[in-house]
Structures are given as structure tokens and as C-alpha cells.
């Protein structure tokens, strides 16, 4: 299971990872970051579990786009995470970490440890802090009529030169994982939330 959210604004996975490292790199937990901006991953992991042979973990990978950053939260193996940033698995071995691959256990830790939500609280309010959101940033919201090129305002239903209706080019975002989505989707693609009709 991964969630995947985007948000808009002026922040780089930087930001967002130091503060996941601020907030969870002490008690029991252990927390790692590889890679630096555009891409970065974070992963968490649980002591307890070590002394019983497995260990929990958790990975955040946090991209840059365009105009914001898309965030990642999932259970993935070491490897696949060494991979997705292009270091190397000799790399990836020596790390401690690597050694994680009961992912089957860690399901029900997880959930128990409420690890998700924790994580996402951070993340929102760190994007909150930025000035950042669901919601399409200012850079995104002009935007070219197509019969006269004039540039509108987004929210305008109709050009304010030639009258045209606008309202099915006009970018949106779902509320709740601010994946760009168009008029005609009833569901978010991605988090499958249904949108309000617009
Ligand atoms: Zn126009
Ligand atoms: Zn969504």
C-alpha cells in the first residue's frame, strides 16, 4: 500500500525531510535520509522489532515537480528505494538498513504504531508552513484562452476578452491529494476520492 500526494508551491523535498527527521529521529524510532533534492527518500524504522529478527520500515520519497513536490508514502524494499535514486546496490549493502526484507511483518506494525498518519501530519504541516497546498500555486493559475490567447485568471468560466467558455481547460486539483485532475473525472485518479461536480 502507498499513498501518493502532490502539493504546489514553492518547497523542496528538503524541507519536508528535515523536519520528518526532526520529528521522528529520537525514541524508538530510527530514521535515515538518502539522496538529496530533487529526490530524496527517508526511511523509518522501529528498534523494537530488531532483537525479534525484523525490523519495521517505513519509506517516504519525496520528488521535486515543476511547481511543488509529489510525496510518497509506502512500504518498499531498500533496494528498490537504492534503485528509484540511482545508487547503486553495492552502495545500498553497505548500508545497515539494507538488510531490511521482512516486509511481510510489517503491515500490522505499522498500523498499530499509527506510523502513516504521524508521518502525514508532519508532511501537511510542513507544506502549510511553505505556503504550499493541494491547490494549484499562483505561478499556475493564468492561463492562455485557446480561440484568443488573451490570459485569464483561473475560476474565470468565460474569457474576459472574447467571451469564450473556459471552464473545461481549466486545471484542477483533488482536494485531498492534489493530483491535477480534469473536468470530466468524477473519482480522483489517484487517491480515488470523489470530486464534487464542477
Ligand atoms: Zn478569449
Ligand atoms: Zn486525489
Known sequence: MTDTRIFHGDI?????????????????????????????????????????????????????????????????????????????????????????????????????????????????KTVRQHGAGTELSDRFTRYACPYCHTANQAGESRCIACGAPLGDIQPQTCPHCGFVVSTLEQTCPNCRVRLAPR
Open 12 to 124: 523542496l523535498p528538503s524541507d519536508i525531510a528535515r523536519n520528518i527527521i526532526a520529528h521522528f529521529n529520537r525514541g524508538s524510532f530510527r530514521v535515515q535520509q538518502i539522496g538529496h533534492d530533487p529526490k530524496i527518500a527517508i526511511q523509518i524504522s522501529t528498534h523494537q522489532h530488531a532483537r525479534s529478527g525484523g525490523q519495521t520500515a517505513l519509506t517516504i520519497s519525496i520528488h521535486k515537480l515543476e511547481d511543488g513536490v509529489s510525496v510518497q508514502v509506502g512500504r518498499q524494499a531498500w533496494l528498490g528505494v537504492a534503485a528509484s535514486l540511482g545508487v547503486t546496490a553495492l552502495s545500498a549493502l553497505r548500508n545497515p538498513l539494507s538488510l531490511l526484507g521482512r516486509l511481510n511483518d510489517l503491515a500490522q506494525d505499522i498500523e498499530s504504531l499509527k506510523l502513516n498518519e504521524d508521518i502525514w501530519m508532519v508532511i501537511e
